[in-house]
């Protein structure tokens, strides 16, 4: 909805963009910061923005362009400084932000404590040990990694908690007026009436035959449509677990597979356990006492507040108890013969009286029944070994200088040779050649190596092996000749003949039209392959429902005024559009309070970013800015051309 309004209107409030996301921006700049700052800097310390007393130095520039290129080579790995230069004024801008919030917020006396700080720092992931919690260990090895000081994650914290507090304050519930809504609510009413016609392209093609000097003068100005894709030749060698054989395993190591699993293959005890727990030894004794005269434990624990329900710990292995209750009475619980009382013991809890209601034991299986699954289980391990063997002995005869055929053939692996084929797997001479799909792999590696690299050993999926991959041949990217791409050549000439035709034809109606000619009229005269005229219209709010066919007229009806004319191609190259606008019927939004609610709900967002941008900018002239403009372009000099 919002972006309608944008499209329509020169006024002020109109201009309301989303000029930058200030609060998403700073709520995650201290974390951007802190992942990025560890990294080796190009530039050095000095000053290229001063606000207030802070300063944006060169290290930060080039620290927060680090950043960025990182960002940019994970889309492309080929990125350059060069290629993230445009990037710098906008940082430049961002950081002066940065420095004149975190100065105001001082003169201001705005303090951040240090528990909202330890708390932004227990909050990175990094900073958790196993347990989820956070961990003075992980902290330490967190900054060791990322060659930071405890001090420069707190004064990051700290600016970034100044910059949310203030601006989250000022760009809050930003409301827009019922007066600003209900304009831009009319215009989503107005109502548009209009006529077309269609100048359809394929009716021009008749009667159309280039001659070999055509053909040839358009190929010669077209050479990049008919440029094939680089091709490859490449060579294939799978390595995979029918390639090896794996020994049987030894006795001795089926039974010392059998021993360090015992806790898979053993017996399993659990005892059912009642366990009651009191603040003193006193009230811990009494209740032993009644148990051991001979009371129920739930009788014996019922005088100190507890319930069957409290007491109940139900069927527990060993190591769950000692989960629950600690590693002593734990080893005291399983010790004990079914009915003994156990305790008092004390935890940190309290005192722990402990009743051992029944022991269960679960019988385990022995070598003999669980052999079988052993020796499986061992030989797929030495295939598995095996298989990484081979892999290494073929890696280790290519490092030592063997072609991708010797190592192969070494080794007893299947080499197998693809036809020329495109990056994507396709062979050009025969369309009915498929890449094996389980090869696909090899489709990147492959056309990743360049011609003088060693062949590569790529990792298949599921543990389905690898694959050795080499290049044979390579062919440049490069126009097809003209005899191999002539049908093509005079398909595309004949639809560059047609569509001029049809632009001619629909130009010359436009043009009538202009002069005053009605488009009925106009169409009438231009002849055969222009549609007849057609009415259509509809209101601002429903462009966005409108069928694709008519999509691009619409948008020109709504760009017209009443009376005026203008012509637009049709997508797909079908041809041309000629669009009146007959009549414009403005709306009122006024009996229609639910719509002018909706369009101040769908400003509120950019309203609190145009807040928050009117404050930022409050607050640097507050502060006061200084640029060294040398400086910085010193600065981004040296980073594009660090060799310079």
Same mark, same amino acid.
Do not use: C
């Given at each position: 909805?919002?972006? $309608? ?13 989303? !000029? ?8 995650? #700049? ?41 960002? @940019? ?56 040990? /196993? ?10 090895? #967190? ?55 269609? !100048? ?34 490449? *060579? ?27 806790? !898979? ?46 007491? $109940? ?20 619980? #399983? ?35 669980? *052999? ?22 073929? =890696? ?11 190592? @192969? ?33 090899? /489709? ?94 509809? *209101? ?58 909706? !369009?101040?709900?769908?400003?509120? =967002? ?39």
């Amino acid at each position: 909805m919002l972006s $309608s309004f944008r499209n329509l209107s020169k006024s002020v409030v109109g201009k309301i963009v989303l !000029v930058l996301f200030v609060v998403m921006i700073f709520a995650s #700049f201290a974390l951007a910061d802190i992942s990025g700052v560890g990294g080796s800097s190009l530039g050095g310390g000095g000053a290229l923005v001063k606000t207030g007393d802070e300063a944006v130095s060169e290290r930060d520039f080039t620290t927060g362009m680090e950043r960025i290129l990182a960002t @940019a080579r994970q889309q492309n790995p080929e990125a350059s400084y060069a290629t993230v230069a445009r990037n710098a004024p906008e940082l430049i801008s961002q950081l002066t932000d940065d420095a004149a919030v975190k100065d105001f917020a001082r003169s201001t006396d705005l303090r951040i404590s240090r528990k909202l700080i330890d708390a932004e720092i227990a909050s990175l992931p990094q900073t958790r040990g /196993l347990d989820g919690k956070f961990s003075q260990a992980a902290y330490e090895q #967190f900054l060791s990694q990322q060659r930071l000081t405890d001090a420069t994650v707190r004064r990051l914290f700290e600016g970034d908690l100044a910059r949310r507090l203030m601006l989250g304050s000022v760009a809050a519930n930003a409301r827009v007026p019922v007066g600003v809504a209900t304009p831009y609510a009319s215009m989503l009413l107005e109502q548009r009436r209009g006529e077309l016609v269609f !100048v359809d392209t394929a009716r021009f093609r008749a009667g159309l035959a280039p001659t070999p000097a055509d053909l040839q003068a358009f190929y010669t100005q077209n050479k990049q449509r008919f440029t094939v894709p680089e091709q490859r030749v490449l *060579r294939i060698a799978p390595i995979g677990p029918e390639q090896v054989t794996g020994a049987a395993p030894s006795e001795r190591e089926i039974a010392a597979y059998y021993t360090a699993n015992s806790a !898979v293959y053993g017996g399993r005890e659990t005892r059912v356990i009642s366990q009651a727990v009191v603040p003193t030894k006193a009230a811990a004794d009494a209740i032993v006492a009644r148990a051991r005269a001979g009371a129920t434990f739930v009788a014996a624990a019922a005088p100190a507040g507890l319930s069957a329900e409290d007491i $109940s710990v139900g069927p527990q292995t060993r190591a769950q108890f000692v989960t629950l209750a600690g590693e002593p009475i734990a080893s005291a619980a #399983f010790a004990a013969a079914a009915g003994a009382i156990v305790g008092p013991s004390k935890t940190e809890f309290g005192w722990h009286v402990v009743r051992v209601d029944a022991v269960r034991g679960e019988a385990g299986r022995s070598l003999a029944e669980v *052999r079988g699954e052993i020796v499986a289980r061992l030989s797929a391990n030495k295939k598995k070994e095996a298989l990484l063997d081979l892999v290494a002995k073929v =890696e280790e005869a290519i490092e030592g200088g063997s072609s991708i055929v010797e190592a @192969a053939a070494a080794n007893r692996l299947t080499l197998t040779e693809t036809p020329l084929i495109t990056g994507a797997g396709v062979d050009r001479a025969d369309p009915a050649y498929r890449f094996p799909a389980a090869q696909s792999a090899a /489709l990147k590696s492959g056309f990743d190596l360049e011609a003088e690299d060693d062949p590569v050993v790529e990792t298949l999926p599921g543990d389905a092996g690898y694959l050795l991959i080499g290049l044979s041949r390579m062919v440049s990217a490069a126009p097809a000749p003209l005899a191999q791409v002539r049908d093509r050549v005079s398909a595309d000439w004949i639809a560059k003949q047609a569509s001029d035709r049809a632009r001619n034809v629909a130009s010359g109606i436009a043009a009538k039209v202009i002069r005053g000619a009605s488009l009925s009229d106009a169409a009438r005269q231009a002849g055969a392959g222009v549609s007849p005229v057609q009415p259509f219209g509809a *209101r601002r709010l429903q462009l966005g429902e409108v069928p694709p066919q008519i999509a691009a007229p619409m948008q020109i009806l709504f760009s017209l005024t009443a009376g005026k004319s203008r012509m637009i191609a049709a997508p797909q190259g079908a041809g041309f559009f000629v669009v009146r606008a007959a009549s414009i019927t403005p709306g009122n939004a006024a009996t229609q309070p639910s719509l002018i609610a909706r !369009v101040q709900a769908s400003f509120q =967002e950019a309203a609190s970013q145009e807040l928050a941008e009117q404050f930022l900018a409050a607050v640097r002239k507050d502060v006061g800015v200084k640029r060294d403009e040398k400086a910085i372009a010193a600065a981004r000099a040296r980073l594009v051309s660090p060799a310079s």
